[in-house]
């Protein structure tokens, strides 16, 4: 495995569905990100895991937004009660341990892009 | 809180010109820096750093970028632009002051180069 891959590529919902979105790293990376784009604008921070734990969920927009991560590998990002703003690409990217220069280098997967109808 | 402002949605520049995309950002402590490009239908892709040292930082495809600590900025450049480098770039920062490891992504800068 190359690069970091996320499935599904594409996911239709409808408002109040529940989705899950999957992120496969890097192998070795131990750092996991994710964030989300919405059309015309850069990606916005939601969640950064180191390991398994997630070290900052500063970025989640509310409580409809989970993540988990148990192993230290696959991420799944979980949405509850999906609605119609909650349309948009979810990228996960992956690093090496950050804060020792190469680490800080964030390698993005191609990302989910979610639409809720 | 760390911003980063991308004051040009659209850079037009003629192949062969050398280009600048322009990134400003905000920290309250130190500022790791990084530029990442975006093709259509691709994922971002990392294409150069400052973390420390020489203000000059240089990247993948002839591209470098310019750390100026007073003027809190990270432009872009290229010397000689080529046709295929149009696409969407993207400035980031992550403010080591606070020690967390939130990276915030300006909105985007779009480069079309003409042959």
């Known amino acids: 495995g190359a690069g970091v891959s996320q499935t599904p590529s594409n996911k239709v919902t409808e408002k109040g569905k529940y989705v899950e979105l999957r992120c496969d790293p890097i192998?070795?990376?131990?750092?996991l990100y994710w964030y989300r784009q919405s059309l015309g604008q850069g990606p916005e921070f939601l969640i950064y895991?180191?390991?398994?734990?997630?070290?900052?969920d500063s970025g989640l927009p509310n409580d409809r937004f989970f993540a988990v991560r148990p192993e230290g590998s696959v991420s799944t990002l979980k949405i509850q009660r999906t609605e119609r703003g909650d349309s948009a690409v979810y990228l996960c990217?992956?690093?090496?341990?950050?804060?020792?220069?190469?680490?800080?280098?964030?390698?993005f997967g191609p990302g989910t892009r979610l639409t809720v109808l | 809180a760390q911003s980063v402002a991308q004051p040009e949605d659209q850079v037009n520049v003629a192949e062969g010109n050398p280009l600048t995309v322009k990134c400003t950002y905000s920290?309250?402590?130190?500022?790791?820096l990084f530029w990442y490009v975006q093709y259509p239908n691709r994922g971002l892709q990392f294409l150069l750093k400052?973390?420390?040292?020489?203000?000059l930082v240089k990247g993948s495809y002839g591209f470098e970028a310019e750390f100026n600590k007073s003027q809190t900025s990270f432009h872009l450049k290229k010397p000689s632009a080529l046709v295929s480098d149009s696409a969407l770039y993207f400035c980031?920062?992550?403010?080591?002051?606070?020690?967390?490891?939130?990276?915030?992504f300006g909105a985007g800068t779009r480069l079309f180069v003409k042959a």
């Open positions: 990217a992956s690093s090496p341990t950050p804060g020792q220069g190469i680490g800080d280098t964030q390698y």
């Open positions: 192998s070795g990376h131990t750092a």
């Open positions: 895991f180191q390991g398994t734990g997630a070290a900052d």
């Open positions: 920290v309250s402590g130190n500022p790791y």
């Open positions: 400052y973390i420390t040292g020489d203000n």
């Open positions: 980031a920062v992550r403010d080591m002051g606070t020690g967390g490891f939130k990276t915030i």
